[in-house]
Structures are given as C-alpha cells and as structure tokens.
C-alpha cells in the first residue's frame, strides 16, 4: 500500500483530467485531511477492539473502493463529487491501517518472544514503505506519458489487490479485547500521565504540517 502512484501526478489529475482550478483542488485536499484528522482515534478504537488484521484488511478494501471513485467519473459536476467520496474513502482506508499495521508486527514480535528486534523489524518495515512512495512518484510521472493520469491511478488498484490478499493471509496473535470506552479513557489516561508521550505526539503533528 505504500505504492501511492496518485502522488506523482495529484495536481495536474485534478486540474487537467478533472478540469478543477486549483483552489477547488485545495478543498479537496481540506476535505482529505479533516477526515484523516476525525478518523484517526475512532479507527485505532477499531483496530484495538476489533482485531488489527481485520482494520488492515477494511483499511484497504476502502482505498480499493477509493480508487474506483477518483477514476469513474466522466465529467466536471460529478467529477468534483466523486473526487470528495474518493478522498473520504483514501483517508478511511489510511486510517483503518495507519497504526495497525504497526500494532500487528509488535504484537506478532512479542508472541514469538523477539521484542528485542523491534527497531530493527520497524526499520525494515518503514523504509519499505519509504521506497514504496519514493518508487511511486517518478514511475507515475512516466506511466502518465503512456496510460494517460486515469490510467495511473486506475493502475494503483494492482499493488492494492495483492495487499488485500496478503492481508487476509495474515495471521494474528490471540490477545484480550476491550470495550472502546476502556480502551479510550486508558489511552487518555496515559497520555496525560506520560509527558515524553506528549512530546512525542507534538513532533509527530509539526513534522505531518510541515509535509
């Protein structure tokens, strides 16, 4: 799923394909954000309640449907409509996984007894999904030469297919589940009481603005 073709070409699809002026485009993108920024607690809930596997695997079916809006729509009026569906179901799909996937090579870490390689099993994990978007955008460029930028969004659908068959292929340690409102009041609770913790999320939302 790192493989994000769309980021290579991101503005002249909306401004060339979907005949969108800029500043439209940057409602787009508004929208895209609010709900990455309103979906990311509720999902996490999900994921610690519900199972992480089966957030991946719903993160990613979303971005498969995602995919499917940004692609489908064959003028400027439903254009505009599909493109704010599409940037919904993006940032539920990414939400669904963010964390998740993390969540899931810990607990599965721990379940073999190897938590002492976790910064080099998340070293690994990240910088492949680094090069995936390192990958992505100059190979998107150059496909959109050949297929045209429908096609090189329409082509993301390939990595996103295999991902979604090897998340249901994934196997998840057995753990206990709590009911949401536990696991949210434990979560604020150790926020407040743990101020590295909120150092931590400061530098996370400085370095996500600056991007």
Known sequence: TGLHLITGILVPFFTDEGNMSFPWMMVIQGWFFFWTFALE?????????????NS?????????LGIGAYVAPPNLVTFFIMALL?????????????????SLVYDTLGALGKQHESKRTFNIFHGLHHLGWA?????ASTLATFIGLRGVVAMMAIPFMLALVMSCSLR?????QAPYRAILRDAWKCIRATRPLRLLGANEILIGAAL
């Open 135 to 139: 990958i992505g955008a100059p190979l």
């Open 56 to 64: 991946i695997v719903l993160g990613t079916i979303a971005l498969l």
């Open 86 to 102: 599409g940037s919904f179901l993006w940032a539920f799909g990414l939400t669904f996984i963010s964390g998740a996937d993390e």
């Open 172 to 176: 998840e340690p057995p753990r206990t």
């Open 41 to 53: 607690v509720p999902t996490g809930i999900f994921a610690d309640a519900y199972g992480r596997k």
